[in-house]
Structures are given as structure tokens and as C-alpha cells.
């Protein structure tokens, strides 16, 4: 029978979480002054009818998810967090997000994506 030691795994998914963190705080802060939180989410909210509506694949239900979690994350005002989620939505969301006329969501996916 094998033994793995998860300790340290542990130490480095933390460690991994806490440096893309410092990114996404510096990606909201350079964008804060860009995107209201409250339209975001509404726009967000928009998104998430029309993704439900044409996700096909697993990738685009992963865009889906990440969506919801930046809604959420919106919604309380924390900033950073929908950076992180945005990030993970990828070009799918920011083409469905253009496509229906969600400005707001579009631009908050380019500064996550880093486009």
C-alpha cells in the first residue's frame, strides 16, 4: 500500500493561491475606477441567462461557473474576487458578453483576461 504525504501539497496550493491573489488585486485596482460593482453584476446576471441558454461544452460550462462566482463576488463588492473568477470565463463569455451588449461585463473580462 502506498503513503502520500499531503502536507506539503497543501503549503503549495496555498502558496499558489495567495500569489495569484496579489494579481488579482492589482488587476482590480488599476480597473476599480472603470466598473461599477452594481452594474457589473446585473450585467453579469444578463450573461449568466444567455450562457445557460447556448453552453454546449464542458469549457463553456466552466465559463458558466466562473460567471456565477464573479456575480456573487460582485454583489458583496469584493472587486479582486471577480477579477479572479473573470479570469477563468474566458474569450466565450467576453464574445457572449459582447454579443448580447453587456459593456459593463465585457470590459471587466478583457482587464481579467488581460486583454
Known amino acids: 500500500m502506498s503513503k502520500y504525504n499531503l502536507e ?3 503549503i503549495q496550493g496555498s502558496q499558489v493561491g495567495e500569489k495569484n491573489k496579489g494579481t488579482f488585486t492589482q488587476a482590480w485596482e488599476a ?3 472603470n466598473i ?3 452594474a457589473l453584476a446585473q450585467e453579469l446576471a444578463s450573461l449568466l441567462d444567455a450562457m445557460k441558454v ?3 461544452d464542458p469549457d463553456e460550462f466552466a465559463a458558466l461557473a466562473a460567471v456565477s462566482a464573479a456575480e456573487s463576488a460582485a454583489k458583496r463588492g ?3 474576487e471577480v ?3 473573470l479570469a477563468k470565463a474566458g474569450k466565450w463569455a467576453l464574445s457572449l458578453a459582447t454579443s448580447i451588449g453587456s ?3 465585457a ?3 478583457k482587464a481579467a483576461v488581460g486583454l
Open 54 to 56: 447556448s453552453a454546449k
Open 31 to 33: 480597473e476599480a475606477g
Open 107 to 109: 470590459a471587466a473580462i
Open 78 to 80: 469584493d472587486g479582486p
Open 8 to 10: 506539503h501539497a497543501k
Open 83 to 85: 477579477m479572479s473568477h
Open 103 to 105: 459593456t459593463v461585463a
Open 36 to 38: 461599477d460593482l452594481s
